[in-house]
Structure formats: structure tokens, C-alpha cells
């Protein structure tokens, strides 16, 4: 666990790896042009004026020109390779486990440092066909060494991007059925109907298969809700605080979030709302109400809740309770 965390923490910021693979492009871009522009000049009277006063040492480093240029491409170019790599594991970091995005790492390092070898045999002036060859077989370690990889990341972004099953779906593919647990880039996660396994499906088999999705059972609008109140104090001293606690939710269990709930004392024929309160996204109230009397006749406060329903959830009403009201 706490590795785990450590983990979490090396892990920069997209925009700050951008930022970084940005900026050592503009300045090798920068570096380059100012190189040539001070150490590119074949004579002295190809020089501008003011640099003509330096011209011995422009002109001696000009035949070792092509080097640092290459150095310079070298150095500036392998730094913007490593800020990519470490934009693209941080974006797919968001999306998959630590391995998988590592990996994505890696090969784009090694995809990277094989256009930087071709772009390096360019600067000496090999025939453009072995610099392609180089960049080319570069391309095809990398294509052989990833094919599957890359087979199984494209399919599990096309997964996410598509969607055609999402997080608690059940489905069966691949002759495999179970309750969608995780959606990775390289597999997809079942739980097992008994919960008692996990199955690790590669997303390229996915998309390739015929994928049968379970309908959830149909609910009835207004659908039907539970309110339930939690038993409040028995007896409760006029001008007191008296908290009321409940939660109120479907029938099928899910918690209704901001929907208002009273309470309300039982009169002859009527209620009589006392106090009402808002449910938060758990599905739970807490109402304070101040005591006081209800009825002329006795101190009792015959107390229950009340939802009045909306267009989607049907009216609840809680179970009753009784509150000794103590004048004195």
C-alpha cells in the first residue's frame, strides 16, 4: 500500500511533461539556428560586418559544423524524447495500471530514439535510402516487438471510447460471462456471477467477438420509494433540540440525493409539518427540530416522516413514533 502510494506520487503532471517535451523542441530549434548562423559561413566575405572581426574562430570550427549539430540534435532530441515518453505514460497512467502505461513508456522511448538515429545519419550526408533504412528497420524492431501490445491497446481505447458495455454491466464474450469490473486498456476485467474469481479478458478478443449484454431489469416510473426514520428520543424537554436521522431510497436500494423530506405531527384528520430538511447523496437526513407542544390537549407529538414524491418516485410515508413533550 504504501508503494503504491509512492508510486502515485512520482507520477507529474500532463501538462508539465508536455510543457518540458515543448520546450526542449524550441529550444534545440533555437540552439540550431544560432549555431548556424555564427559558424556557417564558408568566408570571410560571406560575413556580416560585425562578425567579420571574429572570422579566425568562426571559420576554424566551421568544418566540425555537422558535429555539433549532431551533438546538439543528440542531447536536445534524446531530452524531448524522454519528456514524450514521460507525457505518455503520465495520459495513459489515468486510463490503465502502472505496468501497462510503463510499458506504452518504453516503447515510445525506443519508437523515439529510432527517428532520432535516422535524423542523426541525415546531418552527415548519408544517401537519404540508408537513412531510411535505419529509421525503417528501427520501425520494424519496434513493430515486431509490439505488435501484440499495440493490437490490444488500440482495441481497449477503442473500448473506451465506444462504450458498447460499461462498469456493472453483465456480459458474456469470449464464452466467459460476469459482471464488469474494470475497463483497461489491455484487458477487461469479469467478476464471476459467484464472485468468487476474476476473469482478465485481452481487449483485443473483445472486439472481435460477438458481445451479449444482459438487460437490467425494467423499472416503473414513478418508481416505488422506502422511507425509513430512525427511533428519536422518547421524551424531550420544551425548547430542546430533538434530531431526527433517516435515509430514504428505491426499492431496488439506491439512495434518492436532494429530495425534501418533513416532518410532521399526526393531528385529527391532518399533519401538521413541524420541520423539513434535505437528503444528501447517500440517501440520509438529519433534521433538528426544536420541541415544543402540538396538541392542547396533551404533550405528546405523534411524529412521522413524510416524502411527497416526484415525477420519477412515488410518495413514502415512515413508521410512526411517539414524543413525550416535558413542559416543566
Not at 70 to 76: E, K, N, Q, S, T
Not at 222 to 249: M, W
Request: aromatic share 10%.
Amino acid at each position: 500500500m504504501a508503494a503504491a502510494a509512492c508510486e502515485e506520487k512520482k507520477i507529474p503532471s500532463f501538462r508539465y511533461s508536455l510543457s518540458k517535451t515543448v520546450a526542449y523542441i524550441v529550444i534545440l530549434a533555437i540552439v540550431l539556428v544560432l549555431v548556424n548562423f555564427l559558424f556557417g559561413w564558408a568566408s570571410v566575405d560571406d560575413m556580416p560586418v560585425f562578425l567579420q572581426q571574429y572570422s579566425g574562430i568562426l571559420l576554424a570550427v566551421n568544418p566540425y559544423l555537422q558535429y555539433i549539430q549532431a551533438g546538439l540534435i543528440f542531447v536536445f532530441g534524446y531530452l524531448a524524447v524522454n519528456a514524450a515518453s514521460g507525457v505518455v505514460y503520465t495520459y495513459f497512467r489515468q486510463a490503465t495500471e502502472h505496468a501497462t502505461a510503463a510499458t506504452l513508456r518504453t516503447i515510445t522511448r525506443i519508437a523515439g530514439i529510432a527517428v532520432l538515429l535516422a535524423l542523426m545519419t541525415s546531418i552527415f550526408n548519408v544517401d537519404p535510402a540508408a537513412a531510411l533504412t535505419v529509421g525503417s528497420f528501427g520501425g520494424l524492431v519496434v513493430g515486431f516487438a509490439t505488435q501484440t501490445i499495440f493490437t490490444h491497446v488500440v482495441a481497449g481505447v477503442f473500448l473506451l471510447i465506444s462504450r458498447p458495455f460499461t462498469y456493472g454491466d453483465m456480459i458474456t464474450v469470449a464464452g466467459q460471462t460476469g459482471t464488469v469490473k474494470e475497463i483497461k486498456l489491455m484487458h477487461v476485467v469479469l467478476e464471476t456471477e459467484d464472485s468468487t474469481k476474476d476473469i482478465l479478458i485481452p481487449s483485443g478478443s473483445i472486439v472481435t467477438q460477438i458481445i451479449q449484454k444482459r438487460l437490467p431489469k425494467a423499472i416503473l416510473k414513478p418508481a416505488r420509494t422506502l422511507l425509513i426514520l430512525e427511533a428519536p428520543v422518547a421524551n424531550a424537554k420544551k425548547g430542546n433540540i430533538v434530531t431526527f436521522a433517516g435515509k430514504l431510497f428505491e426499492e431496488g436500494g439506491k439512495p434518492l440525493s436532494g429530495k425534501t423530506v418533513g416532518i410532521y405531527d399526526v393531528d385529527i384528520g391532518r399533519d401538521d409539518l413541524l420541520v423539513s430538511g434535505v437528503t444528501q447523496t447517500d440517501g440520509r437526513f438529519t433534521i433538528e427540530w426544536k420541541a415544543k407542544k402540538t396538541d392542547a390537549f396533551d404533550n405528546s407529538a405523534e411524529i412521522h416522516a413524510k416524502f411527497e414524491g416526484d415525477e420519477d418516485h412515488r410518495r413514502s410515508v415512515s413508521k410512526q413514533y411517539i414524543i413525550t413533550i416535558e413542559t416543566n
